[in-house]
């Protein structure tokens, strides 16, 4: 057993141990090298001394998205820019969010998403072939050298219409996926009403971006022909490999060699029973460029207690319950409804009512904003309105990575349809 | 000087030399590896030992993008698929091109790439951002890999809005900026618009995917205060790495390391008088997964004669004067008619009269596909129609990786705006 997958299995007092070590020379670097962390250690009175213990870290304050904001481009960085290979970048609340790799960070991604690879049962004979949106560019760029970092071929996400993209997996005879569950199902409802036999090479799918129910996942094992493994991850720190199944595919198993986790209540911010569902709450505990501490996924999820049947001794959580801040995970890609909210002021000058509507067109989601026209919106002609509707769509596409079409409605009918709600997902 | 740049000041029997041992050992492994190409060789009563001299090549047969196509997917490979690491696809006239790359070829590609960029002032203080179209993928992976390899940090192209990536520009303090020119005129016409001032890190634009004219690249310079380097490159072989400008700029000089160039008249074949535009013609020399003898690339240029002041004896061909084969050049993109009208077929269940209009909208190229009205589009409503241009519309952006908007119009106004063309370029 390599020591990568030695890791997995540390006894409780290994992992404590180990964990107090990391977490001491993570709070130690950023107090020393990020002003905004010091400040806030400063303003709680809390020096990197007072970590004696794993328990010390619920003294440390949260970081937010909000803050990830505050912060650009790179007073979070707690390497200097020269010492940055590589700088990503995504939407976030409001504006951009920027995430900065060193050349240690890219490797460390790089094992630890062949470690999930690994644990699907990815191996050197492998052709996986990646069909993820734009949206998803960090993690494209991480699964595929995971990929490469355990020897297989990769197909990377070129532009494909899903015909050509099924020849391509059937000619090339892939033998492990990657998708996200949506687009997974939307697949395999193409291919049944086009007539289309399921690609016979196909062993593996391994799923990421969002949950999936266990009827769904059933339903592609069967029709396929595969076995599904699940990944997990969290953008601003690291994509799939973050958490991942094992053979039990009793929930992620977290990489608890990279990660701190809590999970808390949204509202109050005080670690949750045991087994009950809250915000996960993660501290990193080998990144170099953008350390995070405490910082609020925004995922729902619960703990899962006892020992996996695996052997494994890293922390499970169960899957992804929903959204404790105002996102919502379209085709894996989040969409926070106040960057959507700054491209309507940017379109219209004010942010006019509007719907969010995530439709499940055969299987695939496809998302409509529906904007309740009023005099605001005023244009000289109908083709005036479309233009600028047009231009939202683009800059939405572009923001984000996924298409949105953008709709006119009365308003009446739009309070009808959205109750005081601002998403909707069939 | 390193070996790598060594290489492009070889004296003329030294390239002639080299050149020779180079062809005779692809010649002889496409003859033993590739039966397509063996097949066309004995077809003509030419074996691997007739190549005794480089004038030879000139008897070898041609290989078109028909050719990649019936010989998709990978009867093409020279070697076995377990030896790909890397497949990428993009679109050819009527059906995906596949290309591999085995892990000396990602070597050899990075090294050319990164060639450029040093040639074009590229150095590891550098920061390197990305702006290219999704359908430039293939392109995206070479630069981003050339540019890790020379040790700059590298912006990959994330979906962003362009005011977005004019911000990340500023606040990264972006030295380089990989684009196309179309893009760069956009940019220059979006911040001139917007008041903004162009960013004062920016020290080099590197342009690839299209050619610009004089006045547009001095305005280009003077704008941002920059210096231009044009790259240039043909997807079924290396992007750009393959013609890169010298400090003289004076047409791309190709990596004679890599490729045997010769131009021809596309109508007969027949090598051209020295000077004349004609169709450039490429062999690879170190090419392992793909290997392409005498590919016609339907891009029309010629030699420029006489030695380089630069001292570098490699070839040198003046910029991409059109296209010889029914494709057009679009924001770096190859968009192939037949291509088009495959998906048309797909969509109507036949090919209406159509036209593919390359609008400038403030510098931005858009693509709109005229569609003739005519009964057999017949759909029993208004929306119906829209419903299956959207559908044309997503397939052909999922093909391409670029928006193209369908616009049904009368065939009288078709043909007035048309006269017979099928495609209109502002």
Redesign the interface.
């Known amino acids: 057993m390599e020591l990568e997958q030695k890791v997995e299995y540390l006894s409780e007092e290994g992992w404590r141990q180990w964990h107090l070590e990391l977490l001491q020379s993570t709070i130690n670097r950023v107090y020393h090298r990020v002003p905004f962390y010091r400040k806030l250690m400063d303003e709680q009175g809390i020096s990197p001394e007072d970590i004696t213990d794993l328990s010390a870290l619920k003294k440390l304050p949260f970081t937010t998205r909000e803050h990830l904001e505050e912060n650009?481009?790179?007073d979070l960085f707690a390497v200097p820019?020269?010492d940055?290979?590589?700088?990503?970048?995504?939407p976030g609340p409001r504006?951009?969010i920027?995430k900065g790799f060193t050349r240690r960070d890219l490797t460390s991604i790089r094992r630890l998403t062949a470690r999930f690879m690994r644990t699907s049962g990815v191996s050197s004979?492998d052709?996986v072939q990646i069909c993820l949106d734009?949206?998803m560019?960090?993690w494209i760029?991480e699964l595929k050298e995971g990929a490469?970092e355990v020897?297989a071929?990769?197909?990377?996400?070129?532009?494909?219409?899903?015909?050509?993209r099924i020849?391509?997996m059937k000619?090339?005879?892939t033998t492990v996926l990657v998708t996200t569950p949506s687009y997974a199902l939307y697949l395999l409802h193409f291919m049944q009403t086009q007539g289309i036999r399921p690609p016979e090479s196909l062993r593996i799918l391994l799923l990421v971006g969002e949950g999936i129910a266990s009827a769904e996942r059933l339903k592609l094992e069967q029709a396929f022909g595969v076995t599904t493994r699940l990944g997990y991850g969290v953008t601003e720190a690291v994509g799939p490999g973050m958490g991942y199944e094992c053979e039990e595919r009793k929930g992620y198993h977290l990489a608890a060699d990279y990660f701190l986790a809590e999970i808390v209540d949204p509202e109050t911010g005080q670690e949750v029973a045991p087994g009950t569902v809250g915000e996960l709450v993660i501290t990193t505990l080998a990144v170099k460029a953008n350390p995070l501490i405490r910082f609020r996924t925004g995922d729902l999820c619960r703990f899962l207690e006892g020992p996996c049947p695996c052997g494994r001794t890293t922390p499970r959580i169960s899957q992804i319950l929903g959204q404790a801040d105002g996102r919502v995970s379209i085709r894996g890609i989040k969409v926070s409804l106040s960057y959507v909210e700054t491209l309507l002021k940017?379109t219209y000058g004010h942010v006019p009512e509007y719907l969010l509507y995530v439709r499940r067109h055969n299987f695939l989601e496809e998302l409509e904003l529906w904007v309740a026209i009023n005099e605001k919106l005023f244009e000289p002609s109908i083709l005036g309105l479309h233009q600028v509707a047009e231009k939202f769509e683009?800059?939405f596409?572009?923001?984000?990575?996924l298409?949105c079409r953008l709709k006119l409605v009365e308003k009446d009918h739009l309070d009808q349809v959205a109750r005081g709600r601002k998403i909707i997902k069939e």
């Open positions: 650009y481009p790179y820019l020269k940055i290979v590589r700088l990503h970048t995504f504006t951009p920027v004979e052709i734009p949206g560019s960090v760029e490469e020897g071929s990769v197909i990377p996400p070129d532009p494909q219409s899903v015909t050509n020849r391509i000619d090339f005879r940017e683009r800059a596409e572009e923001t984000f990575g298409p």
